[in-house]
C-alpha cells in the first residue's frame, strides 16, 4: 500500500513538472530572487517522479509474467483517452479537424503523442525479454550490469564531455527505463540490507537539495532524470516507501481508490490540447509569474489538476468498463495472444497463454 501512495505522491510531482514547464513559470521567474529558488527548487524535487514511476513498474513487473490483456488494456486507456479529447475540443470549436490532426489522436502511441505512454509501452514490450537476463544471471552478473549502465548512461554526461553515442536524450526514451528496469530488479532481486528508512528519505532530500543548490547557483549540470543525484533520489525515496507501512484502513481505501487512476491523469493533463487551454484559459498562470502568491498557487493548482483528472479518468474507466469485462473484449485478446508470431511470446511462466 506505501508503493502505491508513492505512485500517487509521484503524479504530484509529474505534474508540478508540467504545471511549471508548460505553465511557463521556469521562464518567467528571475534569477536571483526568493521566487526563482522557490520554483526551481520545486522543479528539483519534482524531478524524481518520472524515474520513480518507472522503478515501481520495473520493481513489479521483474516479478511478473507478460500479459498481453494488459497491453492492449494500456493501448486503449491511451487511444481513448487522445482521441476523446480531441474530438470533444473539435466538436468545442478549440481544436481543428484535420487529417493529421485525427490520425495522431487516435494513434497517439506511434505518433508520440505522449513520449512516456511510448516510450512505457515500448518497455512492456520487452520486459519479458529483460526478464530473461534478471532470472539467468547472478548476483555479481546484475552488479555488473548495473555498474555498467549506471556508468554508461547515467555517469558519462556529469564527468566527461557528453557523447551522442551514450545519449539517452535526458532521460526521455525507452533506454533510459530500460536502465532503471535494471535497477528495480536489483532491489527487488538483492537489496535487502537493514537501514532505518528514515536515512533513505533523508538521502533522498539531500540528493535533490544539492541539485537545487547548483541550479540556483548556475549550474545544470545536474538537474536531468539521467543525472546521477537526480537517479539516486528516485531510488532512495523508492526504498523508504517500501520500507514504510500503512495502517489505517480508511487511508487505505482512499489510496487504492486514486492510485489506479495516477496513469490516466498524467493522460489528460498532458494531452496538448488540454495543455493550450489549462494554463493559459484556466489557470492564468501568466498572473503569478511576479507575484508572492505561487508560493501557495502552485500547489492548489497542481492539487486541483490531479483531482479533476482524476475523476475523469474515473468517468473514462467507467464508460469502458461494460466493454472491457465482455466476452467479445476477452476473445479479441485471446485471439491476439493466439496469433502465430505470438507464440511464444505472450506466455505466463506456465506456458500458458497470457
Known sequence: ??????????????????????????????????????????????????????????????????????????????????????????????????????????????????????????????????????????????????????????????????????????????????????FAAYLRLYWDHQVNKFLYLAGAVLCCVFVAWKKCTGSDAFLSYVSVPITLAAILLFLFFREASITNRAVGKVISFVSPLTFGVYLISDNTWVRRILYTNILHTSLYFESSKIVYMIPASVLGIFVVSMLLEQVRKLLLQPFLESAAYQKFCDWISGLKFLQGYAQNDNGRAA
Open 1 to 182: 500500500m506505501s508503493i502505491e501512495l508513492l505512485r500517487i505522491l509521484l503524479m504530484l510531482m509529474i505534474v508540478t513538472l508540467h504545471y511549471l514547464g508548460h505553465g511557463g513559470m521556469l521562464d518567467a521567474v528571475s534569477p536571483g530572487g526568493g521566487r526563482y529558488v522557490f520554483v526551481w527548487t520545486l522543479e528539483t524535487f519534482s524531478y524524481i517522479g518520472v524515474n520513480g514511476f518507472i522503478l515501481i513498474s520495473g520493481y513489479y513487473l521483474a516479478g511478473s509474467a507478460f500479459k498481453m490483456k494488459k497491453l492492449i488494456g494500456l493501448i486503449i486507456q491511451i487511444v481513448s483517452t487522445s482521441a476523446a479529447i480531441y474530438l470533444i475540443f473539435v466538436a468545442a470549436g478549440l481544436a481543428p479537424f484535420t487529417k493529421g490532426q485525427l490520425f495522431g489522436a487516435f494513434f497517439p502511441v506511434i505518433t508520440g503523442k505522449y513520449w512516456f505512454a511510448t516510450s512505457y509501452i515500448a518497455l512492456y514490450c520487452l520486459f519479458p525479454f529483460l526478464n530473461m537476463v534478471v532470472k539467468t544471471a547472478t548476483k555479481q552478473q546484475m552488479q555488473i550490469l548495473v555498474f555498467l549502465l549506471s556508468a554508461m548512461f547515467c555517469s558519462w554526461n556529469a564527468f566527461f564531455p557528453p557523447l551522442t553515442i551514450m545519449s539517452t536524450n535526458g532521460g526521455y526514451n525507452v533506454v533510459w527505463m530500460v536502465c532503471l528496469y535494471f
